[in-house]
């Protein structure tokens, strides 16, 4: 007879324990009763990284990383790219459902109203250096709006929740056009609230004098890119705003962590890294050699390998006909070459096949943000302004989840045992 339990026999006691198994999991707490003694403190799980771990149930995004599935609230990537605005995924994301045309409505004006910040931030992102980092900026920016609105403390209220959501929506991209303007000496374009959310985003980067020749099929790739990065489950970035959320923290304080794990190179730097890597490899011809050293482990081949796709990623092909679409607008990338030569010999390579390495959402969308005419260092700071809508619904679900508490994982300590302390002069 089946049952859905695990049976687990102690070699050190002889002693037998049968844990429930739901949803293909058992839980780690479980193994705390396998002792090997009343003062034992009992078995743990060790999982680095947290390979291995799942530290939440979510409803919110399903990745089958085998068969390049991907589905925010069960509705698959592909469909919302081709049909969906950006402002209806991140209210799908945050509410469960897709809005109804009032709701999208009442929702597009709610994030409208907000789009403007205060002087005083204005003042504060012009004391940066000339010469700081969009994603620096960006975090910092984040984090000091907890201190212009500290009513966002009070978490435990919806509408409060609602509100901060629709501010940072708001905010964001506002603050995210200041640091593209600030790093150009331009002064700082103010929001339009008679242009979409991505039109209006667009005319903040790139008007001059007031002025600004809209494209629209740009201004649509650039809002399909902002979908495709708009929620990835329990990536690092997501993680941490919902571990350190879950210290009960205003949501600026949260997203703000979130946009520091991702200006990391390994999560949502590694776009910027494409470039750079592109630009050291000069031409197609070099792409052989430069995949060589990869292989003896000299750097990587970034833009490539993730942790959960392990076939190529949904949201790299999607992104590939985007960038056709860009290019017949704005004329060919020249490193676009270098990369197809890149993904061509890699995925014929045993050391990529073996590894299951494939291309990556971040293969292909620097090249796109560059004929844009966006700059490398920019790439990640438009990864966080299309990863919001997804740190704010799964905090929120954090929030309301019963089972989470204070993020608090445990160690295996492996430094000195107890020692006596010695004075500088004897050491
Ligand atoms: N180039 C060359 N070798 C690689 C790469 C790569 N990009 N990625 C992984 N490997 C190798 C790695 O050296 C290891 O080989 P071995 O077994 O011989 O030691 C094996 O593949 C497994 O790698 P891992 O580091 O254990 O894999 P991981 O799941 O911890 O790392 C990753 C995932 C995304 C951090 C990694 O693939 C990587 O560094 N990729 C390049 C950076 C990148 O493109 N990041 C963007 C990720 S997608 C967007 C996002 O989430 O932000």
Request: with cysteine; net charge negative; proline share 5%.
């Amino acid at each position: 007879m089946t049952r859905d339990t695990l049976s687990i026999t102690d070699n050190r006691t002889g002693q037998n324990y049968e844990l429930p198994v739901t949803d293909g999991t058992i839980r780690a707490i479980d193994l705390r009763q396998i002792k090997v003694s009343e003062e034992d403190f009992g078995l743990m799980a060790y999982d680095p990284a947290y390979l291995n771990t799942a530290s939440c149930r979510s409803t919110i995004t399903y990745i089958d990383g085998d068969r390049s599935i991907l589905r925010y609230r069960g509705y698959p990537i592909e469909q919302l790219a081709e049909h969906a605005t950006f402002l209806e995924v991140a209210y799908l994301l945050a509410e469960g459902e897709l809005p109804t045309r009032e709701q999208l409505s009442r929702w597009e004006e709610d994030v409208r109203y907000h789009t403007y910040v205060h002087t005083n931030v204005i003042k504060f992102l012009t004391g940066f250096r000339y010469d700081a980092h969009p994603m620096g900026m960006l975090l910092g920016t984040v984090g000091a709006l907890s201190t212009f609105y500290p009513d966002a403390k009070n978490i435990s209220d919806a509408e409060n929740r609602y509100t901060q959501r629709v501010r940072l929506m708001a905010k964001l991209p506002t603050i995210a056009a200041f640091a593209f303007r600030h790093s150009r000496g331009l002064p700082y374009e103010f929001p339009r609230n008679d242009l979409d959310y991505i039109a209006n985003f667009v005319n903040m980067t790139f008007s001059i004098g007031g002025k600004h020749e809209p494209n629209k099929v740009l201004q649509r790739a650039l809002e399909i890119l902002l979908i495709l990065h708009a929620d990835h489950e329990q990536n690092c970035s997501t993680s941490a705003v919902r571990s350190v959320g879950s210290s009960h923290v205003d949501p600026f304080s949260a997203v703000s962590a979130g946009i520091a794990a991702l200006y990391g190179p390994l999560h949502g730097g590694a776009n910027e890294a494409v470039l750079k890597m592109l630009d050291q490899i000069q031409s197609k011809a070099d792409v052989p050699k430069f995949v060589e050293q990869v292989k003896q482990g000299k750097g990587r081949l970034m833009g490539f390998g993730h942790r959960v796709y392990k076939s190529y990623d949904p949201r790299a092909k999607l992104i590939k006909r985007t960038a056709d679409e860009v290019f017949e607008q704005t004329g060919l990338n020249p490193k676009l070459e270098i990369a197809l030569e890149l993904e061509r010999i890699a995925l014929e390579d045993d050391y990529f096949i073996s590894r299951r390495l494939y291309p990556n959402v971040d293969f292909y969308s620097g090249l796109i943000y560059q004929a844009m005419g966006y700059p490398s260092d920019y790439f990640t700071v438009l990864f966080a302004i299309g990863r919001l809508p997804g740190w704010l619904a799964q905090w929120a679900e954090m929030l309301g989840d019963k089972e989470q508490k204070i993020a608090r994982p445990r160690q295996v300590y492996v430094g000195e045992d107890e020692r006596q302390f010695v004075p500088i002069d004897q050491r």
